[in-house]
């Protein structure tokens, strides 16, 4: 009984570790276009993306821990937008955090994504957006390996996965 206790607090820590704001900071009913570059309103979000992407992107959901396509993927290749496209993370940075998500110790390029405070939670947290659409792709955390020393800790649902050849 003690084991599955200590389990069960582990756990609550792991996932408290890369949980994500669960409100909007654009109001659905909104038509104004946002200011990113390559930014849209909730409701053209909603015809591009999945339900599940849609929930952790735009309204900055996280998707459960150990439960995700990416976490334990070991196969060569780069991670994308799954809103634009645009390459983020390569496996070339990706490293086992054992958080259950994806983790990288750095982007592709600095200018693909943006650090922004995230109180949500009781917490203050640097959460990472992708820089052309201000959508919600996880947060980073000074915990990480060398050269960097930074995780990356990242939601599977935020990406689609393009193997190297």
Sequence with gaps: MKQYLTAFFAL?????????????????????KP???KGKTEAEWKKILTPTQFEIMVQRGTEAPFN????NNHEKGFYLSAATGDTLFSSETKFESGTGWPS????????????????SYGMSRDEI????????????FNDGPKPTGLRYCMNSAAFKFIKSK
């Design 12 to 32: 609550i820590i792991v996932a408290s570790a890369c949980t994500a704001q669960q409100t909007n900071k654009q109001s659905s009913k909104s038509s104004a």
């Design 129 to 140: 957006i992708e820089t052309s659409t201000g959508l919600h792709l996880g947060h980073v």
């Design 68 to 71: 995700n396509p990416y976490a």
């Design 35 to 37: 200011t990113f570059s």
């Design 104 to 119: 990288f110790y750095a982007p592709v390029s600095k200018n693909k994504v943006t650090v922004v405070k995230d109180d």
